[in-house]
DNA sequence: ATAGATGCAAAGGGTTTGCACTTGA
DNA sequence: TCAAGTGCAAACCCTTTGCATCTAT
């Protein structure tokens, strides 16, 4: 990504304002009201690219296509509904994870997601 | 799955005899031991159904293909070798993931995945 | 001017499905 | 016997890629 297009401002300015990860295709949705032409290959291009890049970065849930947010935010997991499938930004950690790990084992890094029904769904 | 066929009773052998999450290939490898003519269509519609009736459950890994293992197992969770990809079962839970959860939301599950090295590819 | 970026359509990889044939009960 | 199960190939869905065109520099 070596030069500033309309189409990957606008995709950067799709993570901007979003906070949960992001699909390719919600991405494409949201950067078509910036550039209607936007086609789902240059999405794809621009993920990997800004993915690279340190921009944003893969949040890989059980289950779930591979999805986007913004780079550099605070250590979080998430919290997946199963009603509405939206995901949600958990700021917690659990912590003592390191006794976990079975002996001679080295663990650089962690995921944890939750599952259930967020306060919307929980409502009704 | 109402009858019984050699191929279902292989593909049921495979997960009797491997304890660690197998992919739909690594299945179809295994039980073609047993019948050398078994289809991958069949695997994935054995795997389908053994999952509805509770015989062996999915396991889904972040950034992972979907996995299977046999049903039944005490609660446990998975460290993935970064360096040779397999999957090891962790008998562990980390606890306290009840206070993670935002207020008005319901968690029903979790998963934890942890990344590291394991033991044999930390000698090399 | 020109290398990088885009859009389209085709190609890939993994999973599911339609259909004729086979087989368990 | 005959509905359920199998194997094959085609269909699908999502992601990547080839290529001609466009565009930022």
Redesign the pocket.
């Given at each position: 990504?070596?030069?500033?297009?309309?189409?990957?401002d606008a995709i950067r300015l799709v993570f901007e304002q979003h906070a949960p990860p992001l699909?390719?295709?919600e991405v494409l949705r949201l950067a078509r009201r910036e550039?209607p032409?936007?086609?789902?290959?240059?999405v794809?291009?621009?993920?990997?690219?800004l993915a690279r890049e340190g921009v944003i970065q893969p949040v890989a849930l059980p289950a779930e296509?591979?999805r986007y947010e913004k780079a550099g935010k605070r250590h979080h997991h998430h919290f997946v509904c199963r009603r509405c499938r939206r995901v949600f930004e958990v700021p917690a950690c659990a912590g003592s994870m390191r006794r976990m790990v079975p002996a001679g084992f080295v663990m650089d890094d962690h995921e944890i997601t939750l599952y259930g029904a967020c306060a919307d769904c929980r409502r009704r």
């Open positions: 990504m070596q030069r500033e297009t309309k189409q990957r699909l390719p295709g550039v032409s936007l086609s789902l290959a240059t794809y291009r621009a993920l990997n690219a296509a591979p």
